[in-house]
């Protein structure tokens, strides 16, 4: 058997020649093996009309078999002129033969450096892909932030609008100076509640103490 991969042909036909010549050397092999048991058959069935045969079916046999051997020698030789002969003249493409499917190399070839120089260039745009599509996950990440926090904001916005209808309700024109009282007596409350605690704090030691 050919030792050439005639992996271009295999692409054509869809399989390899060489599997092609295997299957066909089996097949005629087959063919051989029944032949010679269909002719011992025959002479079996002749030599047993002959009164008085002395040959044997083992004789017989080994005639076969001898025969067999010889026939199989030869068609060996036959089938291997026969291989030959097909994968090179039927079963081959020639070099200069391009298949429909590969023209496209031929309109634009490139060498070894030039498609390592496009491996990286594409393994360059995958990389730049992957940064753009991490910072469209960040950014939409950060507007997704963004939307809570004017959430919030238009929330506070609202109450501070309903605070200042409440202050026009009862009286109150100025919103901001209400609202700076409102946070000077805060102060002014926590303060006193503060020295509260302590004097508390102090007379409650002072007690202790007695």
Avoid at 63 to 69: G, I, R
Avoid at 147 to 153: D, I, M, R, S
Avoid at 168 to 185: M, W
Wanted: charged share 30%.
């Amino acid at each position: 058997m050919s030792v050439d991969p005639m992996a271009y042909e295999a692409q054509f036909f869809g399989f390899t020649p060489q599997t092609c010549m295997l299957r066909l050397y089996i097949a005629f092999q087959d063919y051989l093996f029944e032949m010679m048991l269909v002719v011992e058959g025959v002479i079996l069935k002749k030599l047993d009309a002959i009164p008085g045969c002395q040959i044997s079916p083992s004789q017989i046999r080994k005639c076969t078999e001898k025969f067999l051997l010889f026939m199989k020698d030869h068609f060996d030789k036959l089938f291997g002129r026969m291989e030959e002969v097909l994968l090179q003249l039927v079963l081959n493409i020639p070099r200069n033969v391009l298949l429909p499917e590969d023209r496209v190399h031929e309109q634009y070839p490139y060498g070894k450096e030039e498609f390592r120089a496009l491996q990286e260039e594409l393994q360059q745009l995958q990389q730049q892909c992957r940064a753009e599509a991490a910072a469209g996950e960040a950014l939409r990440a950060e507007l997704e932030e963004q939307k809570a926090v004017t959430a919030e904001l238009e929330k506070i916005l609202q109450c501070f609008d309903g605070l200042e209808n409440i202050c026009r309700e009862h009286g109150i024109g100025n919103f901001k100076e209400s609202l700076a009282f409102l946070t000077h007596n805060s102060k002014k409350l926590q303060d006193a509640l503060k020295d509260v605690k302590e004097k508390s704090k102090n007379m409650e030691q002072h007690e202790q103490l007695l």
